[in-house]
């Protein structure tokens, strides 16, 4: 396959895997596009560009008859070095390098210090916190999903939707900090129980951490949270 040279693009893609009945869903999706800006013209600030159709190859005779697995085995009985392990390895994560190692988070704006649980980036159903390391500023959320995915939406929204969460808005804001390199990520709680006690875990823990601005970067907290926050940081 020739390596496309071309600039990225800002489009965002439709994949579809091909078929020959697919073959004029690029004009269709355009004359879409075209009849969506014209009923709803305030829709071209957020989508400059029609969707860019991008096909993917369909099944073949040898993806039925032999997996890509069959063939990387192969390629490892090959391979003459004797210090590989003969266990898989995981995927990484693109969050890995930014999980904090210690059993242990600060926030240095409330000298408020906590120890925490810890975990991996496939953990779920926990209370995570993400400081920004340039601006010493935390938010602490919570998610059912793999933490992994948590942060893969949070990447996401800094683009798209920067005002859906206090995280993504503001590294969306900020230009002298990167989600990638100036976030640690941190498993504060692993919850075992309905959304219910994840939300009452979280308003907790941002109330031990103190991450309510101006101290953090968390916005609100529940009428239990503002109660148990009122408690628990009374001077």
């Known amino acids: 396959m020739v390596k496309n040279d071309k600039p990225n693009s800002s489009r965002i893609p439709l994949v579809i895997t091909w078929h020959n009945k697919f073959s004029n869903i690029s004009k269709t999706v355009t004359s879409t596009y075209k009849c969506m800006i014209e ?12 969707p860019l159709v991008s096909y993917r ?14 063939w990387k ?12 392990s003969s266990e898989p390895t995981p995927s990484r994560s693109l969050i890995s390098k930014n999980m904090n190692p210690t059993k242990t988070v600060t926030n240095k704006l409330s000298k ?7 975990g ?8 995570y916190s993400a400081e920004c390391l340039k601006h010493n500023m935390i938010y602490v959320g919570q998610t059912g999903d793999t933490l992994s995915n948590r942060f893969n939406r949070h990447r996401s929204d800094i683009n798209c939707y920067p005002e859906r969460c206090e995280l993504p808005r503001h590294f969306s804001k900020s230009s002298d900090c990167s989600f990638d390199d100036d976030l640690q990520i941190s498993v504060l709680e692993k ?4 959304v219910s006690s994840r939300l009452y875990k979280e308003d907790i823990w941002i ?15 529940s009428e239990f949270g503002t109660i148990y926050n009122s408690l628990f940081n009374n001077n």
């Not at 073949?60 to 008859?65: A, G, Q, V």
């Open 39 to 50: 009923n709803f013209p305030e829709m071209k600030a957020k989508y400059p560009e029609p």
């Open 57 to 70: 190859r369909p099944r073949n005779i040898k993806s039925f008859l032999c997996k890509a697995i069959h």
């Open 73 to 84: 085995s192969l390629d490892s009985e090959n391979d003459n070095s004797s210090d590989k």
């Open 112 to 118: 408020r210090s906590c120890k925490i649980q810890g």
């Open 120 to 127: 991996q980036p496939s953990d779920s159903n926990l209370i």
């Open 191 to 194: 919850i075992k129980g309905p």
């Open 207 to 221: 109330t031990r951490l103190n991450t309510l601005n101006p101290m953090g970067l968390n916005s609100s907290i």
